[in-house]
């Protein structure tokens, strides 16, 4: 039987977290229990014990359980360490009053009431909040995936772009290497007709004296030489500007098909984000992405980047084309100035053969006649031989008549008639011995001019001839074939 007045040893075990009840760790705010405070052993956390009654307590008689024991038992066990006595109830106080413990049972009622309130307050707020932020992060993802479908957009609108002027650089690319290489062989054929110019010009130095002569033909193949070589140094130039085009070209088609790789690159790594949704394989955190940022380019440089690619290209075409219509001009300039000058030394030629035929002809019809003018001059020489040896005779008798008439004796060496006349005679055959000389002196001469004259002729015939032959055989059968328009111009 227990005794007035004295508290039984009471032992306040809280149990052990069940499956379905929350940790302790978490919930140990919202369930503490008042009776962890009647356990306390201190007067400063037991305001309804007296002093006097703690000062004749002793902590040492109230049997409690060893650490050991709870440890086994697995409980906490706070034990009740104020035992009264009967010798102790005259001293003992009032602890509470009723109105104390029904104002104490309201306020706990309010306090779990507020409490409540509160936490369904925060459950509410929370599953708002949750709400709220599962629309938001799946709007914020739609964006997301808005924003990088758009960025596809872009990215295929320049694809295309790219690929349309790609297309247009290895049309032009290849336009201008075929006008190229149309230059190259109209270049290549202008070395035959330069070579039979040159070789006219050197067969030409062969012709022989008054035939050396710089005329028409030599002026027009000289300007004939020139213009070859012009045309070629204008298809050299020409050349080099369309090697270097050539290689502008390929150099902007570099940069575009570059600019295109990394864009197909770029849409294909987009295309991979833009279909990942969160129940996605290969999904990963990675901490701190957000935080770097390797960007190279804003999407205002980004566009203009390839905008300049393209307008470079767009240039480098325009520059292509000008440079193609600039050796069409050339190649069909040159092919009519290489065939009118080739025309024009033809003519000369025909004109020099035409006109050192005639002379030939001429030269021919006079030495024809000149030695028909021989023959004619060595009959005549004969024939005044042959009159002075007849007037031989005719002076030895009258120059005999007049010796015999020497020896007239006396008296009768007369001058007379005879005399007289004989004299005459000897005197006139004497003159016309004298002027048959003179004759036969000046026939010689006239002869000897003559044969000069053949000579001469002879002589200029053969340079007629020399010239005739290095004109029109040497010269003029090389110039028989010349290349055609269209291979001057490299179609063929």
Not at 19 to 43: D, E, G, K, V, W
Not at 123 to 135: V, W
Not at 225 to 235: A, D, G, L, N, Y
Not at 348 to 367: C, G, M, P, V, Y
Request: proline share 3%.
């Amino acid at each position: 039987m227990e005794l007035m007045g004295s508290t039984l040893t009471a032992a306040y075990a809280r149990p052990k977290t069940s499956h379905f009840l929350p940790a302790i760790s978490t919930m140990a705010s919202s369930y503490r229990s008042n009776q962890h405070t009647l356990a306390m052993n201190s007067s400063a956390n037991q305001p309804w014990r007296t002093q006097t009654y703690y000062r004749t307590s002793s902590a040492a008689a109230i049997p409690t359980l060893s650490s050991i024991q709870r440890e086994n038992l697995g409980l906490d066990v706070v034990r009740a360490k104020t035992m009264f006595y009967p010798s102790n109830r005259s001293s003992m106080t009032t602890r509470y009053t009723p109105d104390d413990w029904y104002k104490s049972n309201l306020s706990k009622y309010r306090e779990s009431e507020s409490s409540r309130n509160s936490a369904e307050r925060l459950r509410k707020d929370t599953i708002r909040l949750m709400q709220d932020k599962e629309q938001l992060t799946r709007r914020t993802q739609e964006t997301t995936s808005k924003n990088i479908g758009e960025r596809l957009n872009d990215i295929s609108f320049w694809r295309s772009e790219l690929n349309h002027e790609i297309d247009n650089m290895v049309s032009e690319i290849m336009a201008l290497t075929e006008v190229k290489r149309r230059l190259e062989r109209a270049l290549q054929e202008t070395d035959g007709p330069l070579q039979v110019a040159q070789e006219c010009l050197y067969h030409r130095e062969k012709r022989m004296s008054i035939d050396l002569v710089h005329d028409n033909v030599e002026k027009d193949l000289i300007k004939e030489v020139e213009t070859i070589k012009s045309c070629q140094e204008r298809m050299r130039r020409h050349l080099d500007k369309a090697i270097a085009q050539l290689a502008s070209n390929r150099a902007a088609q570099h940069e575009l098909e570059r600019d295109i790789s990394d864009k197909i690159t770029a849409q294909g790594i987009d295309a991979r984000c833009h279909h990942l949704r969160n129940t996605s394989d290969g999904i990963s955190y990675y901490r701190g992405i957000e935080r770097l940022d390797p960007s190279l380019s804003l999407p205002d440089s980004w566009s203009k980047f390839t905008d300049d690619n393209i307008l470079h290209s767009q240039s480098q075409r325009a520059a292509s084309r000008k440079l193609r219509d600039e050796i069409e001009i050339l190649l069909n300039a040159t092919s009519n100035e290489m065939w009118n000058q080739f025309n024009t030394v033809n003519v000369a030629f025909t004109n020099r053969i035409s006109e050192t035929a005639d002379t030939k002809n001429s030269l021919q019809a006079h030495l024809a006649k000149t030695l028909q003018e021989i023959f004619q001059t060595e009959m005549l020489i004969e024939s005044l031989k042959k009159a002075l040896r007849d007037k031989e005779s005719p002076l030895k008798v009258a120059q005999t008549r007049l010796d015999e008439r020497t020896r007239r004796p006396n008296v009768e060496l007369c001058r007379d008639n005879p005399h007289h006349r004989l004299v005459g005679e000897v005197r006139e055959i004497e003159d016309t011995i004298h002027k048959l000389h003179e004759r036969l002196m000046e026939a010689e001469k006239t002869l000897q001019t003559l044969v000069k004259t053949k000579a001469a002729l002879e002589h200029d015939l053969s340079i007629k001839a020399n010239s005739l032959f290095l004109d029109q055989e040497k010269c003029m059968s090389m110039r028989k074939t010349f290349p055609s328009t269209p291979r001057l111009v490299g179609y063929t």
